[in-house]
């Protein structure tokens, strides 16, 4: 069981915005303004697209915006596109002794 | 940003010790910018944080890992590897050596890890 919740899938129409939502605790979500979210397409290794709750890599479209309100961090994408087809991944820094907690991933489907 | 990529000898056989080396290029492993991490996936699953070293030398580990788990760190060549011992079928994985600063923004390739008895 993964330390972070994410819903297993969201779909979307071209065009359409979607958010996932990444829900933690006190020790690592809502603690730390270190939530981090990552694309990752099949047979591909994860690609950071939000690091620090809302900031965007250089190169990642402006379409993709991260957020935060207590213990929940959220990803939306806006504009959907059908190459944002892909599973997608939170992260945070935990207090806890894991260090790192991940959720259990997002399959997002452009209809 | 620098580059990543996974090496190791192929499949391991159970109760062996799985061996990986995640060579850095692009940028010195010294650098003090980042924690060097391994994270894992198994098969159709989610990401694992498996541990991380900084170029010091010191090390965090999973807990559910820590029995089992040396990362260590090679300045002089630039990279620093994994080892797992006492491997069994639930270590079978897709390895990969990231970055780490509280976020993971490069990432090696992967390489999947067969674990057969």
């Known amino acids: 069981q993964s330390a972070l919740t994410q819903p297993a899938s969201v779909s979307g129409s071209p065009g359409q915005s979607i958010t996932i939502s990444c829900t933690g605790t006190?020790?690592?979500?809502?603690?730390?303004?270190?939530v981090s979210w990552y694309q990752q397409h099949p047979g591909t290794a994860p690609k950071l697209i939000i690091y620090d709750v809302s900031n965007r890599p250089s190169g990642v479209s402006n379409r993709f915006s991260g957020s935060k309100s207590g213990n929940t961090a959220s990803l939306t994408i806006s504009g959907l596109q059908a190459e944002d087809e892909a599973d997608y991944y939170c992260?945070?820094?935990?207090?806890?002794?894991?260090?790192?907690?991940f959720g259990g991933g997002t399959k997002l489907t452009v209809l | 940003q620098v580059q990543l990529q996974e090496s190791g000898p192929g499949p391991v056989k159970s109760s062996q010790t799985l061996s990986l080396t995640c060579t850095v290029s692009?940028?010195?492993?010294?650098?003090?910018?980042?924690?060097w991490t391994w994270i894992r996936q198994h098969p159709g699953k989610g990401l694992e944080w498996v541990g991380y070293i900084y170029y010091s030398g010191s090390t965090y580990y999973n807990p559910s890992l820590k029995s089992r788990l040396t990362i260590s760190i090679d300045t002089s060549k630039n990279h620093f590897s994994l080892k797992l011992s006492s491997v069994t079928a639930a270590d079978t994985a897709v390895y990969f050596c990231?970055?780490?600063?509280?976020?993971?923004?490069?990432w090696g390739q992967g390489t999947l890890v067969t674990v057969s008895s």
């Open positions: 992260s945070s820094f935990t207090s806890s002794s894991t260090l790192v907690a």
């Open positions: 692009g940028g010195s492993i010294s650098s003090g910018d980042y924690y």
């Open positions: 006190s020790s690592d979500v809502g603690g730390y303004n270190y």
């Open positions: 990231a970055t780490y600063k509280y976020y993971f923004d490069s």
